[in-house]
Antibody
Framework: QVQLQESGPGLVKPSETLSLTCTVS????????WSWIRQPPGKGLEWIGY???????NYNPSLKSRVTISIDTSKNQFSLKLTSVTAADTAVYYC????????????????WGQGTLVTVSS | EFVLTQSPGTLSLSPGERATLSCRTS???????LAWYQQKPGQSPRLLIY???SRATGIPDRFSGSGSGTDFTLTISRLEPEDFAVYYC?????????FGPGTKVDIK
């Protein structure tokens, strides 16, 4: 069964770059789309973006100017970079798999990592 | 962009009761690409329903989804103690893939 694990610094200074990695085990990263989603403490969920193994990406317009998602198929990992962070970027960051829905022809999020809390503070 | 609204914000019920959660979207959801997730404190969201009405693998049949267009419902036929949690709806047919603000189901 596929498992996802986020890793990266838990504390980032304002104006710096947040960098996280998601390691996928139990399945090949070349088979699906992969996404990042975040959740500020006590609040709801916000989709950040996704990547396909080919490198094609799609980002939430609200974050697009600051976000880069990349993939390393040799390591079965994908990564998130978010630049110029502020306190508003403090959140639990989740990586998730997008799975093909045969009934609709679209992709839903079926597997999530446990999440990692990133705090933006000096 | 889609805006999803969930009601009620909080639902206070007793074990064994029926829970009915509503999700409304600002635009019609393409191909019924509507999912429901359950989240417990300190845990990641768990997929319950996709395609508006299909149960994900391993989800008990007391969970059911219905609806189309802009109005969707998640029903829990008889609440078990482990069902008290926050429930989110999400549309995944049109980018950006928006989530609703959540409905908290707590113990009365």
């Amino acid at each position: 069964q596929v498992q996802l694990q986020e890793s990266g610094p838990g504390l980032v200074k304002p104006s710096e770059t947040l960098s996280l990695t998601c390691t996928v085990s139990g399945d090949s990263i070349t088979s699906y789309y992969w996404s990042w989603i975040r959740q500020p403490p006590g609040k709801g969920l916000e989709w950040i973006g996704y990547i396909y193994y080919s490198g094609s990406t799609n980002y939430n317009p609200s974050l697009k100017s600051r976000v880069t998602i990349s993939i390393d198929t040799s390591k079965n990992q994908f990564s998130l970079k978010l630049t110029s962070v502020t306190a508003a970027d403090t959140a639990v960051y989740y990586c998730a798999r997008k799975y093909y829905d045969l009934s609709t022809g679209y992709y839903y999020f079926d597997r999530w990592g446990q999440g990692t809390l990133v705090t933006v503070s000096s | 962009e889609f805006v999803l609204t969930q009601s009620p914000g909080t639902l206070s019920l007793s074990p064994g009761e029926r829970a009915t959660l509503s999700c409304r979207t600002s635009h019609s959801v393409i191909s019924n690409c509507l999912a429901w997730y359950q989240q417990k404190p300190g845990q990641s969201p768990r997929l319950l329903i996709y395609g508006a009405s299909s149960r994900a693998t391993g989800i008990p049949d007391r969970f059911s989804g219905s609806g189309s267009g802009t109005d969707f419902t998640l029903t829990i036929s008889r609440l078990e103690p482990e069902d008290f949690a926050v429930y989110y709806c999400q549309q995944y047919g049109t980018s950006p893939f928006a989530f609703g603000p959540g409905t908290k189901v707590d113990i009365k």
